[in-house]
């Protein structure tokens, strides 16, 4: 089975934040800013012109997944040891689609799984979340992305759990901090994930190439 450490990904994310908190400073409030915008625009106008409110709406949502695609890029570049830059926060935009038709997938296989005993959803939802993470970085397809994120994760649920409930807990304690905190706690999980997609990716690589 293969494994990872979670306090060496949460380790990770603290430093990696650490070295870097003012660029996720700017990152974060360049997209809490447009986010926000659209948002009291859209109330606005939703009042006054509903074809015009449901436009602002699905545009926050395209912004919304190509903001995660960026963050996935950016988690990845710095653990790949590369620079990010502000830009990147744009530049999956092409992959939208694709993400946007598996994020669909992923929620309808995690709901029919919550309907069935609860455990299920869980399981589905855990076993398939890197699904974002195979689309920006490998560039897969859909229903590929889901395929291979089950593979990757296999034997490994219940640590993934235990990771999620940690990166929520150090979450909470970053609102709870006057809300500054989550511009150290919103990028520690991130790179968190970027850690254990990496290391959980490689290592089946490798033992795939042993076999």
Partial sequence: MIEFSKKEAIKFGWEITKRNIYFFIIILLLIGGIETSLSYLNNFLVKKNILLGFSLMFL????????NLGLIKISLKFYDNEKPKISDI???????????????LYTLISILGYLLL???GVIFSIRLCFFGYLIVDKNSGVIESLKKSWEIT??????LFI????????????????????FWAIPTSLL???FVYRKLSESLQ???QEN
């Fill in 60 to 67: 926050y949502i395209i912004l919304y997944m190509i903001f």
């Fill in 90 to 104: 744009f530049s999956q935009y092409h992959l939208f689609f694709k993400y946007f038709l598996a994020s669909i």
């Fill in 118 to 120: 609860i455990i299920p």
């Fill in 154 to 159: 296999k034997g490994n649920t219940w640590n």
């Fill in 163 to 182: 990771l999620l409930i940690l990166l929520v807990l150090i979450n909470i304690l970053g609102f709870l901090a006057l809300v500054i905190g989550l």
């Fill in 192 to 194: 968190a994930q970027a």
């Fill in 206 to 208: 490798l033992k795939n």
